[in-house]
């Protein structure tokens, strides 16, 4: 055993990788039946051009059916004529310790979901906490390990984290998002390991350029080994990734998050949802994770 690791021959990356261990996910989606680009609340959204339903509901599609050839378990919301947007289920509420705090929408073309993301949780056995701040749910809020890492300045509210304080007993960190681009926190921070073994440190991807220098300072200091992606693959929201500690679903362009999850011992895995990319949406915008 210790034979191939003599010290005159060099040591591939792959081989010092930590062995990553995946682990079954269950989460809620929306399937895009109404989805569209009628109005425009973040950069990515122009409605003058037009949007194939049909598209992002087979794109939709092959991202439903590889987390079914993950061993996901699946939970599918009805999507509701007139609200476009709630494809993007991430936004629909946080969910954790079987409580699903409520999303409370900043613009008011997307108000109507909350009420519909928060019917569902009732009817299916969550404790769900009417929000009283303004926030877009796991959009803005991040669980990585046992620490909740939230964004402001486009959208959630910093109000709302101290609401999470309350709710969920955990450390909430506030990170200031400045990129008009990169509005949510999941569009510049992934999760690579969402249920680190005890003692083990969960890790993160991030785009430096979409924070502030205060939480940039605070990603460093917790997040020493981090990925930093690229603004090349940050122009496909190659971030908004969802991860089972193992497999990683990534926008299919995003080549050097790629190559630099695969470097970690990661199996990226690469879907395209270009149609949703013009709603400003990504693979994690479409998931929600329910934790009980
Ligand atoms: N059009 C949606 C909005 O601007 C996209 C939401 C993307 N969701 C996300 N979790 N980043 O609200």
């Known amino acids: 055993m210790s034979a191939t690791f003599s010290a005159t021959r060099p040591t591939p990356a ?28 973040n950069p990515w959204m122009h409605p ?46 946080f969910v954790l310790d079987g409580i699903a705090y409520g999303a409370s929408f900043t613009y008011p073309e997307r108000q109507p979901e909350a009420p519909a993301y928060m019917d569902w949780f009732r009817d299916n056995g969550f404790d769900v906490r009417i929000p009283e701040n303004v926030n877009e749910g796991e959009g803005d809020f991040l669980l990585v390990g046992d620490v909740i890492l939230a964004g402001t300045g486009f959208r959630s509210a910093s109000k ?31 999760v690579l ?14 785009l430096p350029s ?11 200091e917790r997040f020493p080994d981090a990925i930093l992606v690229t603004d090349e693959d940050a ?24 190559r630099q999850l695969r470097a970690r011992g990661y199996n ?5 949802l270009s149609e949703l990319l013009l709603g400003g949406g990504g693979a994690k915008c479409c998931t929600l994770e329910l934790r009980r």
């Open 14 to 41: 792959a081989e010092i990788a930590p062995s990553r261990i995946a682990t079954k996910r269950t989460i809620l989606m929306c399937r895009p039946d109404f989805y569209t680009v009628s109005y425009r609340i």
């Open 48 to 93: 003058e051009v037009p949007t194939d339903t049909g598209l992002a509901v087979r794109q939709w599609e092959t991202l439903y059916r590889t987390y079914v050839d993950l061993g996901f378990d699946i939970r599918l919301v009805d999507p509701i004529d007139g609200l476009p947007d709630m494809v993007y289920a991430a936004n629909g509420g």
């Open 160 to 190: 709302s984290h101290e609401e999470m304080t309350r709710i969920y007993g955990r450390e909430v960190v506030t990170l200031n998002l400045i990129n008009p681009s990169f509005y949510h926190l999941d569009t510049a921070v992934a």
């Open 193 to 206: 390991d969402p249920s680190p073994a005890p003692g083990e440190r969960a890790n993160i991807a991030y």
């Open 210 to 220: 979409a924070f502030d220098e205060t939480s940039l300072e605070i990603l460093r």
């Open 235 to 258: 122009a496909f929201l190659g971030l908004n990734s969802f991860s089972d500690g193992y497999n990683i679903v990534i926008a299919s362009r995003a080549t050097d998050f790629e």
């Open 268 to 272: 990226p895995i690469g879907v395209d």
